[in-house]
């Protein structure tokens, strides 16, 4: 009796071991015919892959190699440009005690307290309590600053 057991288990593994053969073969197969050939890919969808696929960016660990980069110089922006882009995610809101642009007690206050828009301007280039220096973007200039400052404390009425 041992001996038919052995004999039907050995036709079981057989044949499992046989319908994963078939199963890996038809998946092979399957790849083959679904995968396009080199020649039906057109360049326009090598070129995008490519792009997709570059890199992003080289790292530098050699301190002898290190060449200081030239920032992109980029117009000027007005007072409303750096209020909308820069200012107004905090002021518009609130966020984290900043003076709404509508609460004109509290601009009046600041200015008065910081000496006048040169002062609000100061301490805005500066940055103070939760606001980041330049409010955060570090390229902005002292004029445009001013520029966006003033332009609140009009719209605030202080």
């Known amino acids: 009796m041992s001996k038919d057991q ?5 036709i079981s593994f057989a044949g499992v071991l046989a319908l994963l053969f078939g199963i890996t073969i ?21 070129k995008k892959v490519a792009t997709r696929t570059a890199p992003i960016g080289t790292v530098i660990t050699d301190p002898a190699l290190l060449v200081k980069t030239a920032t992109v110089a980029r117009e000027p922006w007005t007072a409303e440009q750096t209020y909308t882009q820069v200012c107004a995610a905090c002021h518009d809101a609130g966020v984290l005690e900043a003076p709404k642009l509508t609460d004109k007690a509290a601009w009046t206050t600041r200015k008065g307290a910081a000496g006048g828009l040169d002062g609000l301007a100061a301490s805005a280039i500066k940055g103070k309590n939760s606001m ?6 570090a390229d ?11 332009l609140m404390l ?5």
């Open 6 to 10: 052995d004999k039907k288990f050995m």
């Open 26 to 46: 038809g998946i092979i197969v399957l790849a083959v015919v679904m995968t396009p050939s080199e020649n039906s890919a057109n360049e326009a969808e090598l």
């Open 132 to 137: 980041p220096a330049r409010g955060g973007k």
């Open 140 to 150: 902005l200039s002292d004029d445009e600053i001013k520029a966006a400052v003033e």
């Open 154 to 158: 009009q719209r605030a009425g202080a």
